[in-house]
C-alpha cells in the first residue's frame, strides 16, 4: 500500500520555517530535511520562501499556507520558531494531519516585531487546535536563547504535546535534525 492509499494517511509535509531573510533552502535544518524526506516513497516534502519573511504576518502566511502549499488533512505542518506559532493558529480554524511544533511559544516575547506578526493578539483556542489534528508532537529546549522554558511548557502542556524536552539544542538551529525525521516516520507508520 502506498502512503496515499489510506484516508487517514499523510501524504505531504510542509515545513514553515521561522522568520528572517535568505532562502531556506540554506537555512538551519531546513533544506536538510526536505531531501531526507522527499526520499520516502510517497511522501512530498514542501518548503518554499516564505512571502513577508521578516515579520511574518499571519495574515499574510495563512493563506499561503492554504492557497499555495495546500495544508489540509494528508498534511503534517512542520513549524519552527515563528512557523510553529503560524502552525498553530492555521489549526485552529483547518484540519491536518499532524503539526510538529519546533521552538514553540505564546508570547510576543515583549518584541515589536513580534507583536506586529499578529499571533500574540488573542487568546490561544487550544481545544480547537486539538480537534483539528490527529497527532501534536513538540520540540522544545531548555537553552533556547530566544524562548523562555515557560512559554514552551506552556504550548506542550495546553496541547497535550507529545514533548521532545532538550538541554542542549538552543533554538534548533543546526543544519541536521535526525529526531524530526525520526518523529515523521512514526506518524507515517502510526496513520497506515
Known amino acids: 500500500m502506498s502512503l496515499g492509499d489510506s484516508v487517514n494517511t499523510a501524504n505531504k509535509v510542509v515545513i514553515i520555517p521561522g522568520n ?7 537555512c538551519n535544518w531546513y533544506g536538510w530535511t526536505k531531501k531526507k524526506l522527499n526520499k ?14 521578516l515579520t511574518a504576518r499571519e495574515n499574510v502566511w495563512l493563506p499561503f499556507m492554504e492557497n499555495n502549499l495546500k495544508c489540509d488533512e494528508k498534511t503534517i505542518i512542520i513549524g519552527h520558531s515563528s512557523g510553529a506559532a503560524a502552525a498553530m493558529r492555521y489549526v485552529e480554524s483547518h484540519k491536518v494531519h499532524a503539526i510538529i ?16 506578526s499578529g499571533y500574540f493578539n488573542r487568546p490561544w483556542q487550544w481545544e480547537k487546535m486539538k480537534e483539528n489534528c490527529r497527532h501534536i508532537v513538540q520540540f522544545g529546549s531548555t537553552d533556547d536563547p530566544f524562548l523562555p522554558w515557560t512559554e514552551q ?40
Not at 528572517?20 to 540554506?26: D, P, R, S
Open 20 to 26: 528572517g531573510a535568505g532562502n531556506v533552502e540554506y
Open 40 to 53: 520516502m516513497k510517497g511522501l512530498e516534502c514542501l518548503l518554499e520562501n516564505m512571502p513577508d519573511p
Open 101 to 116: 511544533l519546533v521552538s514553540a511559544y505564546t508570547s510576543d516575547l515583549g518584541d515589536e516585531n513580534e507583536r506586529e
Open 153 to 192: 511548557q506552556e504550548v506542550a502542556d495546553m496541547l497535550g504535546a507529545e514533548l521532545h524536552k532538550y538541554t542542549d539544542k538552543g533554538h534548533f538551529q543546526n543544519t541536521e535534525f535526525r529526531e524530526l525525521i525520526n518523529v515523521v516516520c512514526k506518524i507515517i507508520n502510526h496513520s497506515s
